[in-house]
């Protein structure tokens, strides 16, 4: 009763908008930058690895960033240090749009930093604000999430070519201009920051020890950073290399980025279901085992019945959210305090976001190997069944 008269109440009202609008933001600045890719190539004369180098960097920003996000809530309240990461993003944005690679190197590290503060705690201050509410919450916010990266990708090519014909003398390229205006977005929080008055809560002092170093020596800890991890490990591996999986099966290339946007799509129907219906689904463990059961049949699918690829794309979409979408909402369900949920948070995105860096890097070696994604297949199946497992053990018990 307590969490639902604070839903009601007028900075409760706020503190939410501005939890959705920093969510919205935390996609959307990197799934918003390949679309322009060629266009950049050509205007700036980059090499493929130049390019390689700049949709890593955020990657390897998050990985590196996440800890020292969680670091902070030692010394700043969460709030605070959460706007600070929108502005880190909302300034790599702007200093992205003039034109060298230097600045695109440069923005690239600072969005990944941001990024990285808002990944690591948003789940902490929802377990501390709204702890009855924690699963339903984490839906709508990743939801907001994929919102952002659709918005994104979505007008950045029409907005640069809008540029380019544009009858005005722009002082900026059309990719310039097209990350120029995708920074309106990333102000929005700013707004709702800097205009409403949010009540900024110092978290109770507990007797659980909350530092870093004691959720690296936790079993629990370990066992749903590594579910975490994994789930980015094979989300990454699959968006990277499902188009020339389904190539290898006499796929058309647009038919395949058709059916990868399947996959993007159906990332965002978790959300819709677990947030009104999570009390009429079944206990957190069931729900985990039907999103990674699900995941492993996808992967399954693609290796012995590739003709069913677009209904592949679409089990693996919606497998893989609800799995990430459960996973966040483990971070503050298996912690006592906010302080804890955010050293977690940390932890499992330095674990993950390390190994979704080198992840298809390595699937594409086994490739390039075999000349063939049968082997490739077979690991990530070996993979997604150790995330089923982990699934299993990192899940809260069903009450009695």
Same mark, same amino acid.
């Given at each position: !009763?307590?969490?639902?008269?604070?839903?009601?109440q007028?900075?409760?009202? #706020?503190?939410?908008?501005?939890?959705?609008?920093?969510?919205?933001?935390?996609?959307? $600045?990197?799934?918003?930058?390949?679309?322009?890719?060629?266009?950049?190539?050509?205007?700036? +004369?980059?090499?493929?690895?130049?390019?390689?180098?700049?949709?890593?960097l955020?990657?390897? &920003?998050?990985?590196?960033?996440?800890?020292?996000?969680? /670091?902070?809530?030692?010394?700043?309240?969460?709030?605070?240090?959460?706007?600070?990461?929108?502005?880190?993003?909302? =300034?790599? *944005? !702007?200093?992205?749009?003039?034109?060298?690679?230097?600045?695109?190197?440069?923005?690239?590290?600072?969005?990944?930093?941001?990024?990285?503060?808002?990944?690591?705690?948003?789940?902490?201050?929802?377990?501390?604000?709204?702890?009855?509410?924690?699963?339903?919450?984490?839906?709508?916010?990743?939801? @907001?999430? +994929?919102?952002g990266g659709?918005? *994104?990708?979505?007008?950045?090519?029409?907005?640069s070519?809008?540029?380019?014909?544009? $009858?005005f003398?722009?002082?900026?390229?059309?990719?310039?201009?097209?990350?120029?205006?995708?920074?309106?977005?990333?102000?929005?929080?700013?707004v709702?920051?800097?205009?409403?008055?949010?009540?900024? %809560?110092?978290?109770?002092?507990?007797?659980?020890?909350?530092?870093?170093?004691?959720? /690296?020596?936790?079993?629990?800890?370990?066992?749903?950073?590594?579910?975490?991890?994994?789930?980015?490990?094979?989300?990454y591996?699959?968006?990277?290399?499902?188009?020339?999986?389904? @190539?290898? %099966?006499? #796929?058309?290339?647009?038919?395949?980025?058709?059916?990868?946007?399947?996959?993007?799509? &159906?990332?965002?129907? $978790?959300?819709?279901?677990?947030?009104?219906?999570?009390?009429?689904?079944?206990?957190?463990?069931?729900l985990?085992?039907?999103?990674?059961?699900?995941?492993?049949?996808?992967?399954?699918?693609? =290796?012995?019945?590739?003709? /069913?690829?677009?209904? /592949?794309?679409?089990?693996?979409?919606?497998?893989?959210?609800?799995?990430?979408?459960?996973?966040?909402?483990?971070?503050?369900?298996?912690?006592?305090?906010?302080?804890?949920?955010? &050293?977690?948070?940390? !932890?499992?995105?330095?674990?993950?976001?390390?190994?979704? &860096?080198?992840?298809?890097?390595?699937?594409?070696?086994l490739?390039?190997w %075999?000349?063939?994604?049968?082997? $490739?297949?077979?690991? @990530?199946?070996?993979?997604?069944?150790?995330?089923?497992?982990?699934?299993?053990?990192?899940?809260?018990?069903p009450?009695?």
């Open positions: !009763m307590k969490s639902l008269q604070r839903l009601a007028h900075d409760a009202a #706020y503190l939410l908008l501005f939890i959705f609008l920093v969510a919205l933001s935390l996609r959307g $600045p990197v799934t918003g930058l390949p679309p322009l890719l060629e266009r950049i190539s050509l205007d700036l +004369s980059l090499s493929s690895s130049q390019l390689g180098l700049l949709t890593s955020p990657l390897l &920003a998050f990985a590196v960033f996440a800890p020292v996000a969680s /670091w902070l809530t030692q010394h700043f309240r969460i709030e605070r240090i959460l706007a600070s990461g929108v502005g880190l993003i909302a =300034l790599g *944005m !702007m200093i992205r749009t003039f034109g060298s690679i230097s600045t695109l190197y440069l923005g690239a590290v600072l969005i990944g930093a941001g990024i990285a503060i808002g990944n690591v705690l948003l789940p902490s201050l929802l377990k501390r604000e709204f702890p009855q509410y924690v699963v339903q919450l984490t839906a709508i916010y990743v939801l @907001m999430m +994929s919102i659709f918005l *994104m990708s979505s007008f950045a090519v029409p907005l070519v809008y540029a380019e014909q544009s $009858p003398d722009l002082p900026i390229s059309g990719w310039s201009f097209a990350l120029a205006c995708q920074s309106a977005l990333i102000i929005l929080p700013l709702v920051w800097f205009s409403c008055k949010i009540t900024q %809560h110092q978290a109770p002092q507990d007797s659980q020890i909350d530092t870093a170093s004691s959720v /690296w020596r936790s079993l629990t800890a370990w066992q749903v950073a590594g579910f975490l991890a994994v789930n980015s490990l094979l989300n591996i699959v968006v990277a290399w499902v188009p020339a999986i389904l @190539m290898s %099966h006499n #796929y058309s290339d647009s038919t395949a980025g058709l059916y990868q946007g399947y996959l993007q799509l &159906a990332g965002a129907l $978790p959300s819709l279901i677990l947030a009104p219906f999570i009390n009429k689904l079944g206990s957190h463990r069931r985990c085992l039907f999103s990674t059961g699900l995941t492993l049949v996808s992967l399954s699918g693609f =290796l012995f019945v590739p003709s /069913w690829s677009a209904l /592949w794309c679409v089990s693996f979409g919606f497998g893989i959210s609800m799995g990430f979408i459960l996973g966040l909402s483990f971070v503050s369900l298996r912690t006592h305090s906010p302080k804890q949920a955010a &050293a977690l948070s940390g !932890m499992a995105q330095l674990i993950g976001y390390t190994l979704a &860096a080198i992840g298809p890097v390595m699937i594409g070696a490739f390039d %075999h000349q063939s994604w049968t082997l $490739p297949l077979f690991v @990530m199946l070996a993979i997604c069944f150790v995330w089923l497992v982990l699934g299993w053990i990192a899940s809260p018990k009450k009695q």
